[in-house]
């Protein structure tokens, strides 16, 4: 069996591919490259797992995500809407994934919502380092990775572990 955990992001998207429960490899990927790649994943029957953002309601709040004092309230209001400007551009390109996929008669899509704490290495929980541990820790990966392989592993191998 033939999973894929993908973590999707607005430039390049992280990818896992799980096969018979084992890591066996990891890429960052476009939205051109996602679109070749789903007819062999249909024709495998792959099953994709995908970190959904539409799946939380906000990330950013203003008690969590204090203003810096080294800057004026103009500069903070623009970092927010940044920061949604961002967000929002993610859960789009959720929406677009699960919906190709979807369209390419991919026959099990399974989402999940972000959850702190993952193998990204880039929360408060978990650095980057930790990361590149608990990497190596689940899934036996010492080879390269960064932050969104890193996540689409998570989420891949939180399937493979039925939720945890």
């Not at 949604?84 to 399974?110: F, P, T």
């Not at 380092?129 to 190596?136: N, P, S």
Request: glycine share 8%; proline share 3%.
């Amino acid at each position: 069996m033939k999973i894929i955990g993908i973590d999707p992001d607005c430039v390049k998207s992280g990818l896992a591919v799980y096969e018979d429960g084992k890591l066996t490899g990891l890429l960052n990927f476009t939205l051109s490259e996602y679109i070749e790649m789903l007819p062999l994943l249909a024709q495998e029957g792959a099953i994709l797992v995908i970190e959904d953002a539409n799946l939380i309601n906000a990330i950013y709040a203003d008690k969590v995500n204090k203003k810096p004092r080294n800057l004026t309230p103009q500069q903070w209001e623009r970092v927010k809407l940044k920061k949604a400007q961002n967000v929002g551009m993610i859960k789009r390109q959720c929406s677009v994934m699960i919906e190709l996929a979807h369209a390419y008669d991919i026959k099990e899509v399974v989402t999940y919502k972000p959850r702190q704490g993952n193998w990204a290495g880039v929360t408060k929980t978990v650095n980057n380092k930790q990361g590149v541990a608990l990497l190596k820790k689940h899934t036996g990966w010492g080879k390269v990775s960064n932050n969104e392989t890193r996540s689409a592993a998570f989420f891949g191998w939180l399937h493979l572990n039925k939720g945890v």
